[in-house]
């Protein structure tokens, strides 16, 4: 583990982190649980927990519109998280925050609005590394334009071909949309240079930051994307939220998602005017609790150091490749140096989705089967992976009783 230690952070000390999940003192099967589907979903810290029960128990009021104490109060709490969240990316203003579902969603919203300004011929360049959710958009966006989907071919490494990918960019391209993490394979993608590639012929660039805001520091600013999307419960909190970072002079360019209260300043039956950022793409009343939540799940991660995070989750990750390289006719997917959160893999001859059952049997969560990423798996032509994929709070013990495990098993279905 790192040692160096940053001024008023908590250290991660395992044991005592892990008391903070209720969640990892449970069994499964009879067994302690080994929870290696953090990819999937994250545990909550008891933090999270406690603060959706004293909001239902004691907080709870609609927001944005009631002038009594606790509307006033749940709309302070709600706009509270999202300055907590624009702190947590870097972010220059909370209007440049919209609160949304989640990741799909997000990637939604600008695929409707930012692609209402797209004509017929443009182009969006995605990669062949992209979760289901930053596909099928773009596809009913350029059924509905008449715009072109491209796509970034991956290497048998898992590594996108950037010769390939200058090649596709050109002035027609009005948008990258690009994962920063991919979640089957682990494999970190150069966004920083593929960014300002893209600047370089004037596209936007959208970032998939479900699988990197919980692993690493992000700062939209630094990277320079319009958007960055992500999940609430990927980074400790709960689902039904999620986030949509847009730069502001681009998120006031689009029109709005979804009409309805909280979106307008006006509405009369000749002409409605549209409310600011970011309310302007808030239409109805939102996942107040989601959102109080996930301001709790940050400051929970901000008592930490980030960098200790990364390099503890990194040696955890790097410690389970290296064992898995033991066994025979194990394939590790995604074969990078840069690679986060993620070890995917297969033993010859075996069925991912028997393995995992196996695992599961013996208290080990895994995921098994295509991850959504069917043109991964179509790439490999293999029915999916097994996917054990990490969080803050998993140690090296765990691996070994999750190598156990998998040894086990492998006998069992050989
Ligand atoms: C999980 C995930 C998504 C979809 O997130 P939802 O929370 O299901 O909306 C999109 N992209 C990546 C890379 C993901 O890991």
């Known amino acids: ?39 999937a979903t994250t545990q909550k810290p008891k933090r ?33 998280a999202r300055k907590k969240v624009a702190n947590f990316i870097g972010a220059a203003s909370d209007r440049e925050i919209i609160f949304t579902k989640g990741t799909t969603d997000s990637i939604n919203l600008v695929a409707f609005s930012f692609g209402e300004s797209l004509k017929e011929g443009d182009e969006i360049l995605i990669s062949h590394l992209e979760h289901h959710s930053n596909i099928v958009p773009w596809q009913m966006l350029c059924e509905r334009k008449g715009c072109v989907l491209k796509v970034i071919p991956m290497n048998d490494r898992g590594e996108l071909i950037q010769e390939e990918f200058e090649k596709l960019l050109s002035t027609r391209t009005k948008l990258l949309a690009l994962s920063h993490v ?11 240079e593929m960014i300002r590639k893209a600047r370089d012929y004037g596209a936007r660039v959208l970032i998939d ?50 009409g309805g ?4 300043k006006t509405v009369r039956f000749e002409k409605t005017t549209y409310n600011e950022l970011p309310f302007k793409f808030e239409a109805g009343t939102p996942n107040i609790v989601g959102g109080i939540g996930l301001g709790a799940a940050l400051d929970y991660l901000s008592e930490f150091d980030m960098h200790e995070i990364e390099a503890h989750e990194a040696s955890v990750s790097a410690y389970l490749g290296a064992c898995l390289k033991e066994i025979d006719g194990v394939r590790i997917y995604g074969e990078s140096e840069q690679k986060l959160g993620v070890q995917s893999f297969l033993v ?3 069925h991912p ?62």
Request: aromatic residues 10%; hydrophobic residues 35%; proline residues 3%.
């Open 261 to 264: 209260g909280d979106m307008i």
């Open 48 to 80: 999270v927990i406690d603060t959706i029960e004293r909001y239902y128990s004691l907080e709870n009021a609609n927001i944005h519109r009631g002038v009594h104490y606790l509307s006033q109060q749940a709309t302070t709490a709600y706009e509270e």
């Open 182 to 192: 991919s979640n089957s394979l682990g494999i970190v993608n150069p966004v920083r």
């Open 209 to 258: 930051g479900a699988q990197s805001v919980q692993h690493t520091t992000i700062d939209v600013v630094d990277l320079d994307c319009d958007f960055y999307v992500f999940s609430g419960h990927k980074i400790y909190g709960p689902t039904g939220v999620g986030v949509l970072y847009g730069k502001e002079s681009v998120l006031d360019a689009m029109t709005p998602y979804q």
């Open 348 to 350: 010859e001859g075996i």
């Open 353 to 414: 989705f028997d393995l995992g059952t196996i695992l599961d049997q013996q208290g080990v969560a895994v995921r098994t089967g295509h991850h959504c990423t069917q043109p991964i798996m179509d790439f490999y032509q293999i029915p999916g992976t097994v996917r054990a994929s990490f969080a803050m709070y998993n140690k090296k013990e765990e691996v070994d009783v999750f190598m156990n495990a998998l040894e086990r098993a492998v006998k069992m279905l050989k």
């Open 1 to 39: 583990m790192l040692e160096t230690e940053v001024k008023g952070k908590r250290k991660l000390e395992l044991e005592e982190i892990r008391r903070d999940f209720p969640l990892l003192g449970r069994e499964v099967h009879g067994r302690p649980l080994v929870y290696f589907d953090n990819g």
